[in-house]
């Protein structure tokens, strides 16, 4: 599996490049193409970034990620 530092993932965020993607419990997604994920931005919530913390305040649960495909393993 692809290792993704937190600098690479910031830089998908949808404004800085085209692809954008999250992270979650170490797994980065890709949300390209995901009508919610438009411009980097989900609700309040914004691409480029470890999700892990905030999805407590979702209305949904992690599941959510299975509809995702995940394209690495975020390192330190």
Known sequence: ???ITKSQLALRNGSD?????????GRIYDVT???LWREGKHYEHW???DLTDELPDAPHTERVFE???QI???IP
């Open 33 to 35: 193409k995901s009508r």
């Open 72 to 74: 690495g393993e975020l």
């Open 47 to 49: 691409a480029g970034q």
């Open 1 to 3: 599996m692809r290792q």
């Open 17 to 25: 490049r085209e692809e954008v993607w999250i992270a979650y419990q």
């Open 67 to 69: 509809k995702f495909e």
